[in-house]
């Protein structure tokens, strides 16, 4: 690739929640040194269940940087079986939320060592070393920092609204905790970023969360270089979960538009799929406009490749 | 059966610890009416692992009882996988005590239901339910009543000497906390017990922890019929576990006698088996010399069928 610049010395941020962010990042570690990349992941969907503490989110990360994610459900580890679960519904637990043998794992060996004191930045660390993950992968916080969804006047903890309830009761308020602070890890981690990459996450319920933990949004507001984001909305469509539908219930267009929109000023530059082409010409914000589904991962290095390059013309 | 009494109307309490008294237990289920029987279990054992709360003497009574326990092991279920453990190592888990994915399951409802502010009673009723179990299963306490081995000035948790260490370290003194309730659930069971049966488990660290929570010593000193206890040491050995050892270790002669001897006046009968005949002849204390040793249901029964035969003569 020798058209493309050398990121050697670049400092980057990729903001994550779940699925698309986990792929953009593993795309991202395929390309940058790993001392290079921090990925500051989401912890509003956090939650307690049999017991364990479960963080969807940076589990999705570090299966998918750890090459050992479910590829066909999009969650969970690849290989899995069930029958932990299934012999703890047949003793009255819980039968919504799904966890593989595989995936307690994780679950049991977190949970002991928040409980021996550990932070959660500590534990994923831990974890990351197992999973010989390179890059940093950090919490937003080692906070809890619960988000609700309040529908139809019943405020649904994140994960009941969204596994439990399909997310389908309608959306009217998202409820972000007041007074959630970013780790040290991570402020350190974003006052020497050059780039700041926000993934195809969803704009409401993963990247709003980690802006929400403070100072993570005014340190992107005044630092880096250039902020990207990539956009979710691909043809008025969520690639994978309640972006679009979110957004309609909300009030908003359902557009790629609209969620550079809705980044507004904290962004320099905005990414969005060819489908989509023509969508954002003419606009006064720098916009780039290539295939951004990631199949493969040769898919998930080509869009790291090209966000990355857009990026640094943009600085 | 036109020889036996009938049990009908008699109240039976088992206290019990693991495998032996999990085995008479299920044999006095097989003959007495469910509402009549009682079996409080040893809680010292208890311990927090990877997260969980894991309660080894009430899980060996409650998948024996369930007819899930595992016959080879002698702990854990029968048709157990392993998948989550060895997950749970590759991420650091620690190794020395195995929990299989079955297992989990039991730990991970009970865990849950403690955390949301059940008591153990509640929880355990819980689970027995699931396991179809009839006959209550309580333990003997629902506040954490840890057992420590010292050993050469360490103070061992008890599954750290039992399993981590496999009971390797000579006993010097058996740490039982101060201050340990009953529930009132046992005391209610045994204020209203005909017979107390001690069942084959180990006098110091199954049977001694349930004597020391308060008040169930007393009552049993007081108020019952008749006390009988089952001895678990035959032909100067332990059927399984570290008794034998322990009795030798505290300078005790490794017999049945010595067990009878340390039960003292808190009993009115003795049973111990057949391989030792002759051994307490000539004593003042009643005693019954049949075979004692429980391999399969059948002898479950028949043993405990001759100790309450035993045990109504005393009454």
Chains 1, 2 share one sequence.
């Not at 390309?31 to 503490?53: A, E, R």
């Not at 972000?176 to 996450?201: F, G, M, N, Y």
Request: charge should be negative.
């Amino acid at each position: 690739m020798s058209n493309h610049t050398s990121f050697t010395n670049l400092n980057v941020v990729c903001l994550a929640g779940g699925v698309g962010g986990a792929k953009l990042a593993d795309g991202l570690a395929r390309i940058l040194p790993p001392q290079n990349l921090t990925i500051v992941v989401n912890t509003g969907d956090d939650f307690q269940h049999l017991g364990l503490t479960i963080c969807p989110d940076l589990d999705t990360v570090m299966y998918t940087l750890g090459q050992v994610a479910n590829q066909e459900t999009g969650w969970g580890r690849s290989g899995e079986s069930w029958r932990t679960i299934t012999a703890a519904v047949e003793l009255g637990g819980a039968d919504w939320f799904r966890l593989g043998d595989l995936d307690i794992a994780t679950h049991l060996v977190r949970t002991q060592l928040l409980q021996e004191g550990q932070s959660l930045t500590a534990v994923t660390r831990h974890l990351c070393h197992h999973f010989h993950i390179q890059p940093a992968v950090l919490p937003m916080s080692d906070q809890p920092a619960p988000t609700h969804i309040e529908s139809d006047g019943v405020i649904y903890p994140f994960q009941t609204w969204f596994v439990k309830e399909r997310w389908q009761p309608p959306i009217h308020k998202i409820h972000l905790p007041e007074d959630v602070r970013a780790t040290p890890q991570v402020t350190a981690r974003l006052e020497k970023a050059d780039l700041i990459i926000i993934a195809p996450s969803n704009p409401f319920v993963s990247i709003d969360p980690i802006l929400n933990a403070y100072p993570i949004r005014p340190i992107i507001e005044d630092l880096p270089r250039a902020v990207v984001a990539v956009s979710p909305i691909i043809g008025g469509q969520a690639v994978k979960g309640p972006a679009a539908k979110m957004m309609e219930e909300m009030g908003m267009a359902v557009s790629a538009t609209a969620v550079a929109d809705y980044y507004g000023d904290l962004i320099d530059g905005f990414v969005y799929d060819a489908q989509d082409a023509g969508l954002l010409e003419g606009s006064d914000l720098a916009s780039l406009c290539v295939d951004t589904i990631m199949r493969t991962p040769a898919d998930r290095a080509r869009l790291a490749q090209d966000v990355l390059d857009f990026a640094l013309e943009l600085t």
